[in-house]
């Protein structure tokens, strides 16, 4: 009875002590109790990887107190719900950041100092949980930051791929790819959740039945694996509230395979049961899109299917009818990768819950949101001969509610057969295939872009006919960045700078409060120490490249940072082809001229995808181009060329800081929004920049004159691309400026060897061959003067540090914490809910 449960609950409390202190000593006691019990070392000898598990486990015990206590008390309020489906998560390290977000940081550097470590050294010895690609993903990682920072009842959904993005090496310039098995020495940040499991079924066919005088289909599966949760706690800073990311890996089935064990094929059987496990083995590594596979589908329905009944699941436990879900269930596709949801959802609701299809649908359209990522048309597409044999039961959904939407078209824009077949979600063809943005756009209540330049785009061009549909639906939610992980935890002298100059510590959960510097624009004294920390920074990154690459640079040479995925539309040719010219210029001057240069240091780091050859050789001509200019002691130290190998999430903490200017070179048009820009803006580095993406409204909040922008502008592109084709048959060499014709020619004759090995990236920017549809020629000359500019205003150390605070303390806008609030308050429309101390 009751007073028995509530003796229970007293005798579980006396058995309790209280909630675990965070004093330095109490930090001590945890940490050497998980060095003994956890880690299983000796508390007399244990080393920095073992100090950092043992750290690991000491947080991890105080986030699941507060994971607990969050969730008992969503449980209590029961407010409405965002479910964020992503898969792909690009988290980084985590030890740093929950030790800053839980505010104990400085009692835990004290505690490990008195057992004679380092917080630092210790804090390196974490491996990255790189459980994505690039933007998409790292942005995923800042807005789960955001949404516990400002107390969002959500929760994230993802896969736990045993094997995370790709480690790059280089060998001889090459970029060679080796697995990332980064579960090899485990995970602390993880809590398995063995008894927190769902099947998710395959393949078989569709039956239709009578139920209760009535036809109804349902699905025989062919095949059974099971979903395991991995939840991993995401605090909030300044708030008790963790939210949960959650992440699925695949199982054999309990019940897989009987039927071979009886038959007696058992060595078959158990090989069969093992292959389940692959499911969720590897994430793909190719960040634009990965057509037709199988396993990757499978993965995608996968995700899908297990999240799906976790969050039925929970929503049932609260609610008895199904005409709630809208008001209590928010579901966030990002991008287009996890909407089969939108089919399975109405599965759920049709055939499990026997709604019937009129009122699933009219739930399924109150509840997905979606957001795009890219400013390409030809988006992401399943043939449907893939599916008729993995979701046999989705396909026929799919296909009706394609046939219900076209229906409706039909009456509202009349028997337009060409314009109903470019919005159908149906492509035919000779490979018929589901339209995976179509899909989601139809059934989503809200399509956002991550930037105004991608919405218009959106809106004008890429689905120009379904804006034209829906208005109402396309809204702008400019990208931002965690300013916790991007200021805080990457360059905590800034932190301090900043703290001690602004009087406050509230700008990082406020990051309006940043503009604040502006009051201290011409004090002497803070721009002194200003450009102490990033002489501090500089240093650290010098040495950092020092051991990775063996190259020495000068700290009073402007470090010139380009990092990012390669991809011929982010030009990493273009800086190369300027790394070039620059030489030139180097050799073609006298010794007094040379002594008035700016020295430079050019980095670039960034992976190709394994199988994008253009890319993987603009790595192997980065390397061939240091090679040669490194190695030219007549050049010295005026100009060097590093290539950073494995650029991922923790390199980005080092290098970002470090950097004087970054550059963002997209072809305007192309970059649906970019992040990286905000990560240097906010670590007070210049940018060199196209008008691109979200670059657009970085120039707008901080000033042209702040920033080096160059090149054609969005409605320049087009035309110059048309002109290109109109006098494409001769070759038109008077067109091409000469310095660019000369780099060229270097390149393609041999001048840093390999000639042929860069023949066909040459040719992407030649006529008759690629017909340089990113316009490198055209822009060569106004990147060049943007590049002047900059060494000229790097010259004038005073203006240059004027520029740098300007741009941090322009950077407010760009904190996912407002982009998230915006999603919050005007798509899913969901309320704070703070865990009461
Ligand atoms: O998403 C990126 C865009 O290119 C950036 O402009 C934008 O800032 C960022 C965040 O909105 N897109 C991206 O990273 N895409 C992928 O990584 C990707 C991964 C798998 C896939 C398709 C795209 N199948």
């Known amino acids: 009875g009751l007073g028995e449960h509530r003796a229970k609950a007293e005798r579980m409390f006396s058995l309790m002590d209280g909630f675990l202190k965070n004093d330095p000593i109490s930090l001590q006691k945890d940490i050497l109790h998980h060095v003994e019990y956890t880690v299983a070392r000796s508390r007399f000898s244990?080393?920095?990887?073992?100090?950092?598990?043992?750290?690991?486990?000491?947080?991890?015990?105080?986030?699941?107190?507060?994971?607990?206590?969050?969730?008992?008390?969503?449980?209590?309020?029961?407010?409405?719900?965002?479910?964020?489906?992503?898969?792909?998560?690009?988290?980084?390290?985590?030890?740093?950041?929950?030790?800053?977000?839980?505010?104990?940081?400085?009692?835990?550097?004290?505690?490990?100092?008195?057992?004679?470590?380092?917080?630092?050294?210790?804090?390196?010895?974490?491996?990255?949980?790189?459980?994505?690609n690039g933007g998409l993903a790292r942005l995923s990682a800042c807005q789960m930051d955001s949404l516990a920072t400002l107390d969002y009842p959500a929760w994230g959904y993802g896969l736990r791929y045993e094997y995370g993005l790709f480690r790059q090496i280089i060998v001889d310039g090459f970029q060679h790819e080796k697995p990332d098995y980064w579960l090899n020495f485990g995970n602390p940040w993880e809590i398995e959740r063995i008894h927190v499991t769902y099947e998710v079924k395959f393949y078989?066919?569709?039956?239709?039945?009578?139920?209760?005088?009535?036809?109804?289909?349902v699905w025989i599966p062919g095949e059974t694996v099971e979903a395991v949760a991995y939840d991993n706690p995401i605090p909030g800073y300044g708030t008790r509230n963790t939210i949960n990311l959650r992440l699925w890996a695949a199982k054999p089935s309990s019940k897989f395979d009987l039927e071979a064990y009886n038959t007696g094929d058992y060595?078959?059987?158990?090989?069969?049961?093992?292959?389940?496990?692959?499911?969720?083995?590897?994430?793909?590594?190719?960040?634009?899109?990965?057509?037709?596979?199988?396993?990757?589908?499978?993965?995608?329905?996968?995700?899908?299917?297990?999240?799906?009944?976790?969050?039925?699941?929970?929503?049932?436990?609260?609610?008895?009818?199904?005409?709630?879900?809208?008001?209590?269930?928010?579901?966030?596709?990002?991008?287009?990768?996890?909407s089969l949801s939108i089919a399975?959802?109405?599965?759920?609701?049709?055939?499990?819950?026997?709604?019937?299809?009129?009122?699933?649908?009219?739930?399924?359209?109150?509840?997905?949101?979606?957001?795009?990522?890219?400013?390409?048309?030809?988006?992401?597409?399943?043939?449907?001969?893939?599916?008729?044999?993995?979701?046999?039961?989705h396909l026929e959904i799919l296909y009706e509610i394609?046939?219900?939407?076209?229906?409706?078209?039909?009456?509202?824009?009349?028997?337009?057969?060409?314009?109903?077949?470019?919005?159908?979600?149906?492509?035919?063809?000779?490979?018929?295939?589901?339209?995976?943005?179509?899909?989601?756009?139809?059934?989503?209540?809200?399509?956002?872009?991550?930037?105004?330049?991608?919405?218009?785009?959106?809106?004008?061009?890429?689905?120009?006919?379904?804006?034209?549909?829906?208005?109402?639906?396309?809204?702008?939610?400019?990208?931002?960045?965690?300013?916790?992980?991007?200021?805080?935890?990457?360059?905590?002298?800034?932190?301090?700078?900043?703290?001690?100059?602004l009087g406050t510590e509230a700008w990082i959960r406020d990051a309006d409060l940043l503009s604040g510097l502006r009051d201290h624009l011409d004090n002497a004294d803070f721009h002194l120490e200003w450009k102490m920390v990033k002489k501090v920074n500089?240093?650290?990154?010098?040495?950092?490249?020092?051991?990775?690459?063996?190259?020495?640079?000068?700290?009073?040479?402007?470090?010139?940072?380009?990092?990012?995925?390669?991809?011929?539309?982010?030009?990493?040719?273009?800086?190369?082809?300027?790394?070039?010219?620059?030489?030139?210029?180097?050799?073609?001057?006298?010794?007094?001229?040379?002594?008035?240069?700016?020295?430079?240091?050019?980095?670039?780091?960034?992976?190709?995808?394994?199988?994008?050859?253009?890319?993987k050789k603009i790595i192997k001509l980065c390397h061939a181009v240091a090679e040669k200019i490194n190695n030219d002691t007549d050049i010295g130290d005026l100009l060097k060329v590093v290539f950073i190998p494995d650029y991922n999430v923790s390199v980005a903490e080092l290098v970002i800081p470090g950097a004087d200017l970054s550059q963002h070179l997209s072809t305007a048009g192309n970059e649906a929004s970019g992040t990286g820009n905000m990560?240097?803006?906010?670590?007070?580095?210049?940018?060199?920049?196209?008008?691109?993406?979200?670059?657009?409204?970085?120039?707008?909040?901080?000033?042209?004159?702040n920033l080096f922008v160059f090149g054609a502008k969005v409605h320049e592109v087009e035309k110059r691309r048309q002109k290109r084709l109109s006098n494409l048959a001769p070759l038109q060499p008077a067109k091409v400026p000469l310095h660019f014709a000369r780099v060229l020619r270097m390149v393609r004759d041999g001048y840093f060897g390999h000639n042929d090995y860069f023949k066909s990236l040459c040719e992407t920017v030649e006529f008759g061959f690629g017909n340089d549809y990113y316009l490198l020629t055209s822009?060569?000359?106004?990147?060049?003067?943007?590049?002047?500019?900059?060494?000229?205003?790097?010259?004038?150390?005073?203006?240059?540090?004027?520029?740098?605070?300007?741009?941090?303390?322009?950077?407010?806008?760009?904190?996912?914490?407002?982009?998230?609030?915006?999603?919050?308050?005007?798509?899913?429309?969901?309320?704070?809910?703070?865990?009461?101390?």
């Open 779 to 837: 822009d060569f000359g106004s990147y060049l003067e943007a590049q002047a500019a900059a060494d000229k205003a790097f010259v004038n150390q005073d203006k240059w540090t004027r520029m740098s605070i300007l741009s941090v303390a322009g950077s407010g806008r760009f904190s996912s914490d407002r982009t998230i609030q915006d999603y919050a308050e005007s798509t899913w429309k969901i309320s704070p809910c703070r865990c009461p101390l």
């Open 679 to 705: 990560k240097f803006l906010m670590n007070g580095c210049l940018l060199l920049a196209t008008a691109d993406g979200s670059t657009v409204e970085i120039i707008e909040e901080i000033g042209e004159d």
């Open 267 to 338: 060595i078959n059987s158990v090989v069969n049961r093992q292959n389940a496990e692959t499911i969720s083995n590897v994430l793909y590594p190719d960040d634009r899109s990965h057509q037709g596979k199988e396993l990757r589908l499978k993965q995608q329905y996968f995700f899908v299917s297990a999240s799906l009944q976790d969050i039925m699941r929970r929503f049932k436990e609260e609610h008895t009818n199904f005409d709630e879900l809208p008001e209590k269930v928010a579901l966030h596709l990002n991008d287009t990768h996890p």
């Open 538 to 615: 500089k240093m650290r990154l010098a040495e950092y490249i020092e051991a990775m690459s063996g190259v020495k640079v000068s700290l009073d040479a402007m470090f010139d940072v380009q990092v990012k995925r390669i991809h011929e539309y982010k030009r990493q040719l273009l800086n190369i082809f300027g790394i070039i010219h620059r030489y030139n210029c180097l050799k073609n001057m006298d010794k007094d001229s040379r002594r008035k240069v700016v020295p430079r240091v050019c980095i670039i780091g960034g992976k190709a995808a394994p199988g994008y050859e253009i890319a």
């Open 204 to 217: 078989g066919t569709v039956e239709e039945v009578e139920m209760n005088g009535e036809k109804q289909k």
């Open 402 to 501: 394609n046939f219900n939407f076209l229906e409706e078209m039909k009456k509202r824009i009349g028997l337009d057969y060409s314009r109903l077949a470019l919005l159908s979600i149906v492509e035919e063809g000779a490979m018929k295939s589901i339209r995976m943005a179509n899909l989601a756009i139809v059934c989503s209540h809200t399509v956002n872009g991550v930037s105004k330049l991608h919405l218009e785009k959106l809106k004008t061009k890429t689905f120009k006919d379904f804006y034209g549909l829906y208005p109402e639906k396309f809204q702008c939610k400019t990208n931002g960045v965690s300013q916790r992980r991007w200021i805080v935890v990457s360059n905590p002298g800034l932190r301090d700078l900043i703290s001690k100059w």
């Open 344 to 393: 399975e959802v109405m599965r759920m609701l049709v055939d499990e819950e026997h709604l019937g299809w009129h009122k699933a649908w009219d739930i399924v359209c109150k509840i997905f949101s979606f957001t795009t990522h890219t400013m390409v048309t030809d988006g992401e597409k399943i043939p449907v001969e893939l599916l008729e044999n993995l979701l046999p039961r």
């Open 46 to 132: 244990f080393d920095d990887f073992e100090a950092y598990q043992a750290l690991a486990h000491t947080v991890r015990d105080r986030l699941i107190e507060r994971w607990h206590d969050t969730h008992i008390y969503f449980k209590r309020t029961k407010p409405k719900r965002l479910y964020f489906l992503s898969l792909e998560f690009l988290m980084g390290r985590s030890l740093s950041n929950s030790v800053i977000n839980l505010g104990i940081e400085d009692q835990c550097a004290e505690a490990l100092n008195q057992l004679g470590f380092e917080f630092e050294v210790v804090a390196e010895q974490e491996g990255d949980a790189a459980l994505g």
